[in-house]
Structures are given as C-alpha cells and as structure tokens.
C-alpha cells in the first residue's frame, strides 16, 4: 500500500499550523479569502450600523423641528385640526420611538463590540505584555499590579485617541444635521459618518473611562488556590469536562492539530467511561462540559456526540452544556479564509444543532429566565415547542429556511443564560452563559463577550435566590492565570472581552458562586477577590501537561447558601494522546 487513507492526508491537516506550518497556512488563507464576501460582510457589519447611528440625531432634530413649528401654529391658529396633528406628533415617538431608540442602541452597541472593544482589549494586552517582561522578581500580587498598571494605560491611550477623533471631526466640518426634508443620498451618508465619527469618539473616551473604573473597582488579585485539598465525602460531586472536540468519525482529526493529534473519538470515550465508574463507586451529581463539545458544530460531530453520551445515561441524565467557539463560530473546518454573511444559513445551523442537543439532554431541566420579571419562566422543551416555533426551526434543519434562520437568531438571544435551579438543600444550581462573541471569520471566532441581556438576567437570578449556591458555566476564561509569559495570540485571540462586567455581576454574591470555564485547554482552580474559578482541561488537546484530563470538583453547601470548594480531584484518561511536540508552549507557571 502507497498510502493509508484511515490515517488522514493533508487536507486533514489544512487548518492545522502543525501540519503545513505558519507560512503556507497564511498564504493559503490569503488566496481562499473572498473579498468580495468579505466587502459585503463590511457594509453589513460596520458601515451600514455607522450610518444609523450618525443619522439619528438628524432624524431627531429635524423631528423636533416639525414638532415645534405645528406647537407654534396652534398658539396662532387654534383649530381642532392642528391640535390633533400636534398630539399625533407627540404621540408618535412614545409609540414608535422605542423600537427606533433601541434598533439605534442595538447598533451602537454592536459597533462598539465589534470594533472598540477588541481594539481597546489589544492594547491592553499589548501593555500587559511589556510590563510583565520589566526587571523585577514576581509574585502573583506583582502580576497583577503590572497589569492594573497596563490597564490604565491602555484606557487613557484609547479615550485620549477618542477624543481627539471626536474633536477632529467636529473642528473640521461641525456636526453635521441632514435635512429630512431634502435629501440628497451621498451628502446625507457622508454627515451620517461624518456624525458617527464624532458620536463614537466621544462614546469610545467615556467607555474607556468606564472599562477603566470597572477593572479597577472590581479587579482583585487572581491567586493560585491557597491550599492544598483533601478528598472528602458526602458533599455536593461536580465532575468537570470541557473542550472534547469530538470529530464526525473514527476517522477524524481536529482542526487544531491535523494528522499530529488524536484521531476519531476514542479518547472522548474513554474520558466517558472513566468518569462512569467514577460515578458507580462514588456517585456525582452534576456532569458539567464548559464547551467546544464539537471540533467545528457539524452535524456529523453532533450526532457521534449524542451517540457517545446515549452509551451512558446516568452522566447525560446529569450533564450541563455550554456553547464553545468551535461549536457555534467555525465557518469552515477545511477553509479558515472563510467568511461567514449574518444571513448564512450555516451559521444558523451551527446554533440550531447546539439547541437541538441542548434540548434533548436538559431540555426539561433547563428554564429560561423571564425578561420582563427576572424570575424562571418556562423550561427550554416547553419554549422550543411553543406556537409555531417547532415548525420553524424544522424548515431550518430541513431546508435552511429564511424564516426558521431569523427564528434562531431569536431563540438564541432567549434562551441563555439558561438556569437548572438546585434541587434540594445543600445542592448547587447551575447557570449556563454563552460567552461567544458573534462572529464572521476565522480570525475573531474565538474572542468571546458576555451580552449585557444575559448579565442583566445573571444578576436577577442572583438578586432572587439570596439563599442559593450557584456554578456559572461559559466557556471563555474570565480572568488571566496569574503566571507570565502567556503569549500575545492567546490573550487577545482567546479574551473574553467583558471579564470584568462578569466579575461585577458576581461579586455581591461571591461566597455562593463558582465560576467553571474552558476553552484554553489549561488546568487550573483559583481565586479573585471571593470568587472561586475552576478552568478545565481539555478532553483531548492541549500541552502535555494538561491534556485528557478533567476533574471532579467537591463543594460543600450550607443552608444558607454558602459554597466552599472542599476538594479535587484531576483525573488522567490516558497515557497515550499524541501530540507533536513543537506544540508544547512554555508554560512559565513555575517562574512565578
Ligand atoms: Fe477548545
Ligand atoms: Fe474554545
């Protein structure tokens, strides 16, 4: 035989840097990308979103204007006629003026997440960087002091170079105001811009102020767990999966390392079946899996997933899920130059096939949070089959239809945080977040946000269960490991941009919440401030050090809610996942 087509070939290894190297994995994506889709995906994305927000405030005044002007023809000409034409135009934008001030606000907040934030997250890491390459002896406290330090650099560069962008704009050409009574296309796009320049200078210098004062109030020190623990029994058993990457067959390989990692789900496998007899000789209570459950959220991945876990119905009748970057935000496994369009139907399927799963492993267990009054509403199978939303989203798996991908969009923007309430005294509840930023390229489907919809939920729950002891599951990290060196791509391409806003959330309720994440494939439980994170492993990749592990976590719950990490337990699943070794990164925990 000239070639073993069982073990992979090189398109197997297309997304891999192990396999063809840097160098032709960024030429490759050069001559793949679409231009043409990516233009498209920019008028969408950005210019579209800028020129709403710099033309509201011409809609606005010129709207006041009328308003006025009618106000003042009734105090010269008091006709029935004019009165009611001047309460239709007071009452029209109480009627309609919210959904316009909230499209408006969706927009900006969309510009500001997709454009603002990641700079201002950059820099901060930049500087982050270079302080902690400074001459000095480190402690964990003095890591964290550089990066206040950073911190308040980058805030004051990146609002500095806000107002200065606000003043440009206004110094040279003034605000602009469109008249809506005439209206000329491309003056009025060119003061539209010229006004969202100057609405997001101003904006970027006070949110950089904001993220200044945030990180500063809330940021404690991030701290190695303090001391060693002891097993102990009878007390709340959490086992802690994440990132298994599972591939659509035996034969699979996973995007991050190609032909020179493991192949096919053996080692999902057997992380399953340790964890069972784990669980038959000291029984666990909750099986949580922070993310990347899949290697690219394909159907054929899904489907061996829920076939593994159908082989084990004591931890599926137990298990959590949170949505990783790699399940939802991977446009194409075999092309990392794709762009995504926000129509695509793919995308839509991405987040389809993560509900679907979502609802037949917890679906029961699961309860959406009431909007309007902050408390549990329904549970996820009763909104997944209320009205006509099965029908809808049937046509999407079935067809890609257009209606069935907006319903998504929709469901998506429900559903999380999605909360499993404690069941019983001296139990946790848990709370499921999606941390992943949205996303439409290889480049940025990593970067993960935390909406402020679900931070304001999170905290209704908090508010609302003052006697509770919570796990909060995402998949992003929420703080940095407190160690030096980690590299520049893994900080700014892993972030969870928002951290801090998490942290703010919990705070106030620190003693009753754990924090449990994924997603850097590292294994490691600490503290900041009062609040305990657990970060896991993963599954099956990762430094050899870390990789095919998980833990078993055990946290003793008082009455009143109070929750104390007791012991913990790392398991290793085997000896025998290969990975090259060039994959190894210096992991400098011991320098610190
Ligand atoms: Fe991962
Ligand atoms: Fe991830």
């Known amino acids: 035989m000239i070639w073993d087509l069982r073990s992979g070939d090189a398109d197997d290894n297309r997304t891999s840097p192990y396999g063809t190297g840097w160098k032709s994995l960024i030429f490759s994506n050069v001559l793949e990308f679409s231009y043409l889709k990516a233009a498209l995906a920019f008028l969408i994305l950005i210019v579209i979103p800028a020129l709403l927000v710099g033309i509201a405030p011409s809609i606005v005044l010129t709207y006041s204007r009328h308003t006025l002007v009618t106000a003042a023809s009734v105090g010269r000409n008091p006709t029935l006629f004019v009165f009611l034409v001047l309460a239709a135009l007071l009452l029209l934008p109480l009627w309609t003026g919210r959904r316009f001030v909230s499209i408006a606000l969706d927009n900006y907040w969309h510009l500001h997440y997709t454009l603002v ?103 404690e020190p991030v701290l190695d767990w303090p001391h060693p623990l002891e097993p102990a029994a009878s ?244 703080v940095e490991y407190p160690v030096l060196g980690i590299s520049l791509s893994d900080r700014i391409g892993l972030a969870l941009m928002n951290g801090p806003d998490l942290l703010a959330a919990i705070a106030p309720h620190a003693g009753r919440t754990v924090i449990l994440h994924g997603h850097r494939h590292v294994d490691w439980v600490g503290i900041t401030g009062e609040t305990v994170v657990c970060s896991a492993p993963s599954v099956t990749l990762g430094m050899e050090r870390y990789r095919g592990r998980f833990s078993i976590h055990e946290f003793a719950v008082s009455s009143a809610g109070k929750v104390e990490l007791t012991a913990n337990q790392r398991v290793k699943i085997s000896e025998s996942i290969p990975l090259p070794h060039d994959f190894e990164r210096i992991w400098p925990g011991e320098a610190a």
């Not at 400074?134 to 402690?139: D, E, I, K, Q, V």
């Not at 964990?140 to 911190?151: C, G």
């Not at 606000?166 to 009025?188: F, T, Y």
């Not at 666990?284 to 119905?313: K, S, Y």
């Open 235 to 478: 007390r709340f058993r959490v086992a802690h999966l994440s990132d298994l990457h599972v591939v659509g067959g035996r034969y699979g390989y996973r995007m991050e390392t190609g032909t020179h990692g493991p192949q096919g789900n053996k080692c999902v496998f057997d992380a399953l079946e340790r964890l069972a007899a784990i669980h038959a000789s000291s029984p666990l209570h909750r099986v949580l899996v922070t993310g990347d459950i899949t290697d690219a959220g394909i159907r054929a991945e899904w489907a061996e997933f829920i076939d593994l876990i159908g082989q084990f119905p004591e931890l599926r009748s137990r298990m959590s899920l949170v949505p990783g970057n790699h399940d939802i935000n991977i446009v194409d496994r075999t092309n990392t130059a794709r762009p995504d369009l926000p129509w695509s139907a793919s995308k839509a399927l991405r987040k389809l096939r993560f509900v679907f799963a979502l609802d037949q492993i917890q679906g029961d267990r699961a309860h959406l949070i009431d909007r309007k009054s902050g408390s549990l509403g329904l549970s996820l199978s009763d909104y997944l089959r209320d009205g006509e939303r099965p029908k809808l989203l049937r046509a999407l798996a079935e067809y890609g239809s257009l209606r069935g991908t907006l319903e998504i969009v929709k469901v998506w923007e429900a559903i999380f945080p999605l909360v499993e309430p404690p069941s019983g005294e001296h139990g946790c509840g848990v709370i499921l977040l999606d941390s992943n930023a949205p996303s439409n390229l290889a480049l940025t489907n990593a970067i993960g946000v935390i909406s402020p919809t679900q931070l304001r939920a999170l905290r209704s729950v908090l508010n609302g269960s003052p006697q509770a002891a919570w796990l909060v599951l995402l998949h992003h990290q929420v």
């Open 117 to 219: 934030f990641p700079i201002f997250v950059a820099l901060r890491e930049i500087f982050r960087v270079v302080s902690e390459r400074l001459p000095g002896a480190y402690t964990q406290e003095r890591i964290h002091r550089r990066r206040r330090a950073a911190t308040v650099f980058a805030a004051l560069l990146l609002g500095g170079a806000g107002l200065a962008l606000a003043m440009s704009v206004e110094l040279s050409v003034g605000l602009k105001i469109v008249d809506a009574e005439r209206v000329a296309p491309w003056a009025v796009a060119r003061a539209a811009l010229g006004n969202a320049a100057m609405v997001f200078g101003f904006s970027t210098a006070i949110t950089s102020a904001f993220w200044l004062w945030r990180e500063l109030s809330v940021s």
